[in-house]
């Protein structure tokens, strides 16, 4: 008992619940863990890599072992109360009505069952009538040659009157706002990179996104999601609401396993805070978004955090002075 007590802690532990938590409960946290943990929000790094895989096995065992709890527990309790004999004589007595329309019913059946042959040659025959004119039209109709080949001719681009190859050249202002420039045409290169990034081009981020569905200013939308450029069209910002931007940050450099932080605090650089949390799912100037939390940055250090969403793995000063 005791054991099993102490698995149940640490399950709760894992998830970030306080023990007594009910299943919807269980579940939205399992979501929300699992969610964050996916080895598909990291940046390709072994090391990031083994440690989104190692916690998602935590959450998915500590999920089983709280359902499974949980779902004893509820089985165990005693149910609603067996009906009466009153109830029974309820169910199977005819009602005052019975006499009127159980014989309605059983006329209507009988006489479906008499005519249901009748009644598809029917319906057969109504859908031939009403296709014949359309595969008849289609067959007759005469097949047209193919269209020659369209000739490639030089034309000068509206705004930058320029032309180099033979083919206008686009020109480099910034894309017009509003709904009218939901689909530039922009030519949709190879991806140089899995991920963008602080600092891509608009390039770079058109062959991995595709087309933005919105254009407002420097910035681009992909449902809820956002990416902000300067004014040399380097991403400088992004919020990946709908968590459908392929995006990374990763580390410098490697981080050997022997000296591999596993928590944060003030005074950590931006280095240590992607090494133990990973990407964030959003940079907006100094700050970065991990979900509903939040770390500060003035130039390189955290200044300030704030774990809402129970996801930093933020320690003490004297846990991490030693690696920052």
């Avoid at 090391?47 to 096995?57: D, S």
């Avoid at 009218?180 to 991995?208: C, F, I, K, M």
């Amino acid at each position: 008992m005791d054991k099993l007590m102490d698995d149940l802690l640490r399950s709760y532990k894992i998830l970030r619940l306080e023990p007594g938590a009910s299943l919807a409960e269980v579940q939205k946290a399992y979501r929300d863990a699992a969610w964050h943990w996916h080895p598909d929000h990291f940046p390709p790094e072994p090391h990031l890599q083994e440690k989104a895989q190692a916690r998602i096995r935590e959450i998915n065992a500590a999920y089983q072992s709280l359902k499974t709890h949980l779902l004893e527990e509820e089985a165990g309790r005693p149910g609603a109360a067996a009906p009466g004999p009153d109830a029974a004589i309820a169910e199977t007595e005819p009602g005052p009505m019975a006499g009127t329309i159980l014989p309605l019913i059983r006329t209507g059946q009988a006489w479906f069952r008499d005519h249901a042959a009748g009644l598809a040659v029917g319906l057969a025959l109504a859908a031939c009538l009403f296709l014949s004119p359309l595969i008849y039209s289609y067959l007759s109709a005469p097949s047209k040659p193919p269209a020659p080949p369209a000739k490639e001719t030089a034309s000068i681009a509206p705004e930058s009157g320029a032309l180099r190859g033979g083919k206008a050249v686009p020109p480099a202002a910034t894309p017009k706002t509003g709904a009218a420039a939901s689909a530039p045409a922009r030519p949709h290169t190879p991806a140089p990179n899995r991920y963008l990034t602080l600092g891509s081009s608009q390039d770079e981020v058109w062959a991995l996104q595709g087309p933005p569905q919105h254009i407002s200013g420097n910035t681009w939308k992909y449902g809820l999601s956002t990416v902000t450029f300067n004014k040399n069209r380097r991403v400088i910002s992004y919020m990946n609401i709908s968590r459908n931007l392929r995006v990374g940050l990763a580390p410098t450099a490697p981080v050997a396993a022997a000296s591999r932080p596993i928590s944060f605090t003030v005074g950590s650089s931006k280095y240590r805070v992607l090494t133990v949390q990973g990407t964030p799912t959003g940079v907006v100037g100094p700050s970065w978004k991990y979900g509903e939390s939040e770390v500060e940055f003035r130039g390189d250090r955290v200044v300030s955090y704030a774990d809402t969403g129970h996801n930093l793995e933020v320690g003490t000063p004297s846990r991490t002075r030693a690696y920052r």
